[in-house]
């Protein structure tokens, strides 16, 4: 039997819970990591307009006029290294992986889809929670579990085609089917990785 | 316990990041500029199998290498412009060869790129973009394709072949 005299733990233990397991969480982080990338991007354009003339990142803020819910995809790729899409920092690279967590990793030589495949798991883990999306979004998809472990099917695993479906993904269609999967692994996980941990 | 546990998944929450596979766009390839031709092949071979790494591709012969259909040049610059847009990832099991009907991309100085697929939902492999030289000798592997039904989508727009999934 475990005895907590000052009361504090089973608060602190649900604060933790809630902020890991449950969309208040994943709205609180995306909300954090957009708010300080935005703060961090401004001052940085501004330094790029006063000591470099303003080609940098001054004129990438300029291309979704300081708009962080752009939706714009062709500023988000005609970018130098910075941007905003629909609410999520995006930060632009020339080669290697695109990837989300609450910001956005992109390739600068992917497609528009990709990017909202991206944004559809910046949803996701708005929705899920930090934890939830990590062992039911993050793992799955870096360990190449079920579907994703063939390079034909990947997008067809209910994980990934979820995020296809919250970011608008245009040039890919899934069936009824898929779609259904795609929202009953969200529901249950929703449920069951919480109740995992408690016990 | 349970404060470890809750350590243990903020760790991973940092480095969990939901991370695509390793892809691939011919967008900035830098041979683009070298098109001279664009055909609708098809290639089928005995010696095609399933592998884990690039070192065991084979050479292609190009004597078997069936030319189905030849796309009028003024559409190139098209066509290479749609098939820029297709994604082929990297780091998954692959084959050996090209198997079933696809599109060769030949360049100026005779090396081709091919990418074929069996269009058979049964077959779970296929879609490679595979670069060989004029003789037919392997160069690079560039991945396979992400989604079918871009790459059945563009064969049916340009050639007047039309391929689809079968399931027998």
């Known amino acids: 039997m475990y005895l907590d005299p000052s009361g504090e733990f089973p608060i602190g233990l649900l604060i933790i819970g809630v902020l890991l397991f449950t969309p208040v969480g994943g709205v609180v982080a995306q909300t954090a990591i957009s708010a300080l990338s935005y703060a961090g991007m401004s001052a940085v354009a501004v330094g790029d307009l006063i000591f470099n003339g303003g080609n940098g990142a001054w004129t990438d803020m300029n291309r979704i006029k300081w708009n962080p819910f752009s939706t714009d995809e062709s500023a988000v790729f005609a970018s130098n290294g910075i941007s905003f899409y629909k609410g999520s920092p995006v930060f632009l690279k020339d080669s290697g992986r695109s990837g989300s967590f609450y910001f956005i990793s992109l390739n600068r030589y992917s497609s528009y889809d990709t990017l909202r495949h991206e944004k559809g798991h910046s949803y996701q883990a708005m929705m899920m929670g930090i934890g939830t999306y990590a062992i039911t979004v993050g793992l799955p998809s870096w360990q190449k579990w079920g579907l994703c472990s063939n390079s034909s099917t990947y997008y067809n695993a209910p994980w990934e085609t979820m995020a296809d479906v919250l970011g608008g993904v245009q040039g890919r269609t899934h069936t009824q089917t898929e779609g259904s999967g795609a929202w009953s692994y969200y529901y249950k996980n929703h449920f069951i990785i919480p109740s995992i941990f408690y016990w | ?168």
């Open chain 2, 1 to 168: 316990m349970k404060k470890t546990l809750v350590i243990l998944i903020l760790f991973f929450s940092i480095f969990l990041i939901s991370c695509e596979p390793e892809s691939y766009f011919f967008k900035n390839y830098s041979r683009n500029d070298e098109v001279v031709s664009i055909e609708l092949i098809s290639y089928e071979s005995d010696d095609v199998a399933v592998i884990e790494d690039i070192e065991e591709m084979l050479d292609i012969d190009i004597s078997d290498i069936d030319q189905l259909e030849v796309l009028d040049v003024t559409e190139n610059e098209e066509f290479i412009s749609n098939f820029s847009n297709i994604e082929f990832f990297l780091g998954y099991s692959h084959l050996n060869l090209p198997d079933g009907i696809g599109v060769k991309i030949n360049y100026n100085n005779g090396d081709f790129l091919i990418v074929t697929d069996s269009f058979d939902s049964e077959q779970s492999f296929g879609g490679d973009a595979v670069l060989y030289d004029s003789e037919g000798k392997f160069i690079q592997y560039y991945g396979s394709f992400s989604w079918k039904q871009d790459f059945e989508d563009l064969i049916n727009s340009y050639f007047i072949t039309q391929v689809k999934e079968h399931t027998d």
